[in-house]
């Protein structure tokens, strides 16, 4: 018997127990399902985590202000204090101090309401300098950016994110337009590019919603007092990737000096970069995408032992056939050969059908969850060749069972 004819002999073995395979095939498919949306859904979330943080900058630090402990003895958490200032950002733009470091934004954010004309919109205000341009990687759509003009005037101009805008003015152009921030007219002289969020239900989360102010125009209306002078968070771009570490350890020990420290382990203020955060969302993304799959690799397992059950019963049922069959020549082999036809195509046929399932399920389950589900092609070829060896190595038993059969006593048999 040869292999093409040993194909149609297993097909047909297939076919003439038609619910009974259904049923295996069923097994087979809902595992490849499971297992390609798991995947997906961890490499859509990392992939949604990467644009994210890629979102705040081009190789960039940030550094924010220690905590605080009140007179009763409650202790903020980090941010709450006020250690950072305009001064220490200007030490750091030095390049005797700081040769690794490309530009440095002093930033202070406060969440106020806008209002122009009728409508109103509550959005974070970020007081900052021209350098904010160029650390967060961002660029016009229209208008200009604040400029040191402003910062040494302290000009009521303000520019807005591009979903600000929108909120704001609709579809009229914002630029030249005055939005009121806390009570105060502003003039609207740019507003910024959109970069896309992946949500929108915060504006902490959105950067594409939010206003920009001169720093010492929003110190003066929205902090005033001793919080004149002092920053929330300073940007740091460092001249490259591969100097971001070198960008860390300089800012690290000028701020230091500045602050009168002599251990790091004292300091008042922590200095994160994009690669740190990146690094263990990844991570986090990781482990749990290696729990779903280990989950959904149960699932296969369950089906792979549902083909072997399949088969062994198909053996039980067809050992005169089998005996017929060797009295007539057939080998061993052979044998062996037509039943692992007959579970590898049960194997292909649930990972074709899991397949695409799986893809119909990338398409529409993310309509109903916040996470993109992204399919690796590579990935949904490599859970079809998984689906055809699980139903290979669950049919090598019944395979060769039913190979080792003596041909008198499979005709003998009942």
């Known amino acids: 018997m040869n292999l093409l004819e040993t194909f149609r002999t297993g097909m047909d073995a297939v076919v003439s127990h038609r619910l009974r395979s259904a049923l295996t095939v069923l097994g087979i498919m809902i595992g490849i399902t499971a297992v390609i949306l798991t995947v997906g859904l961890g490499e859509g979330a990392q992939q949604q985590v990467t644009s994210q943080i890629s979102a705040l900058g081009s190789n960039l630090l940030t550094v924010t202000p220690g905590s605080t402990t009140s007179s009763t003895g409650i202790r903020g958490g980090f941010g709450s204090a006020s250690t950072l200032t305009v001064g220490d950002a200007a030490a750091l733009t030095s390049k005797v101090v700081a040769p690794d470091i490309n530009a440095v934004a002093p930033a202070t954010t406060v969440s106020e309401s806008l209002v122009a004309g009728t409508t109103n919109w509550t959005t974070t205000v970020v007081g900052t300098d021209p350098s904010w341009l160029t650390v967060r990687g961002r660029s016009m759509a229209e208008g200009r950016f604040i400029a040191a003009h402003d910062l040494s005037t302290r000009a009521d101009v303000a520019v807005l994110g591009a979903t600000t805008a929108q909120e704001l003015f609709g579809f009229r152009d914002p630029v030249g337009q005055t939005v009121n921030i806390a009570g105060q007219p502003m003039s609207v002289v740019g507003v910024l590019n959109a970069i896309g969020s992946s949500s929108t239900s915060s504006t902490s989360s959105n950067p594409d919603d939010q206003a920009i102010a001169p720093l010492t125009t929003a110190s003066a209306l929205f902090f005033g007092g001793s919080s004149r002078n002092a920053v929330s968070q300073i940007l740091i771009q460092a001249t490259s990737a591969g100097t971001l570490s070198a960008a860390y350890q300089e800012a690290d020990a000028e701020l230091l000096s500045l602050h009168g420290i002599t251990t790091a382990a004292s300091a008042d203020f922590t200095i994160t970069s994009e690669q740190q955060v990146l690094s263990a969302a990844t991570s986090v993304d990781k482990t749990l995408t290696i729990l779903l799959g280990g ?120």
């Open 295 to 414: 989950v959904a690799g149960i699932s296969l397992l369950v089906g792979g032992i549902g083909v072997m059950n399949i088969m062994l019963v198909s053996v039980t049922e067809r050992i005169r056939e089998i005996g017929l069959r060797k009295a007539l020549g057939a080998t061993p082999r052979v044998i062996r050969r037509q039943f692992l036809v007959e579970a590898s195509v049960l194997g292909c046929v649930g990972g074709v059908l899991g397949a695409a399932l799986g893809l119909l399920g990338a398409e529409i389950v993310p309509h109903f969850i916040s996470n993109k589900i992204t399919i690796s092609p590579v990935a949904t070829l490599i859970a079809i060749m998984i689906a055809i060896g699980i139903g290979i190595a669950f049919g090598v038993y019944p395979a060769g069972r039913a190979a080792r059969l003596a041909p008198i006593d499979a005709l003998r048999s009942e």
